[in-house]
């Protein structure tokens, strides 16, 4: 059996928009924001949130620098509230005493997916806006996944339950 390389293959048209938003926390490092912009362009994802001073840097995050809108607030706490007012759930990524493994969780479709800081993680006033918190298991050392491949995967699985939008 021989395979043929298909590079770039165009994307599959969504049946409906994606209603899921990325919000992240104070970054320390734009190439994070910028691998996290891609990862959300692949996945059809329309808007991130951020705060502080974020910059995407484009040849990172490629074609996700145009495809998705970079919205950038002073802090999330204001921005989640009016978004759970909109009906969405607001889902941190978090080790918490309480968090849901990500492979067993059920995602609304209308969800945020908020994102903490590479170092302390998700802060406690931001935690106070969470409806529920999902963690990625691990197998080894170190505890965690970097914050971009940490989003990419709980985008990826979002997409998993939701195909076609």
């Not at 006033?125 to 709980?154: F, Q």
Request: charge should be positive; charged fraction near 25%; proline fraction near 7%.
């Amino acid at each position: 059996m021989r395979f043929v390389q298909q590079r770039h293959r165009p994307p599959q048209q969504l049946q409906r928009p994606r209603e899921l938003l990325v919000a992240c926390c104070p970054l320390r490092s734009n190439v994070n924001l910028s691998r996290i912009v891609r990862a959300a362009g692949v996945c059809g994802v329309p808007r991130v949130i951020c705060c502080g001073t974020a910059r995407v840097i484009q040849r990172i995050a490629r074609d996700g620098a145009e495809t998705v809108e970079l919205e950038v607030h002073r802090s999330l706490p204001p921005v989640l509230k009016r978004l759970r007012e909109q009906g969405y759930q607001i889902v941190g990524l978090e080790q918490t005493d309480r968090s849901e493994c990500l492979y067993q969780f059920r995602f609304q479709r209308r969800t945020v997916l908020v994102l903490g800081n590479e170092r302390q993680g998700i802060p406690e006033e931001v935690c106070r806006w969470l409806d529920r918190a999902v963690e990625i298991p691990v197998y080894g050392l170190p505890y965690s996944h970097n914050v971009a491949t940490a989003a990419a995967i709980a985008m990826y699985e979002y997409c998993r339950q939701f195909p076609l939008g």
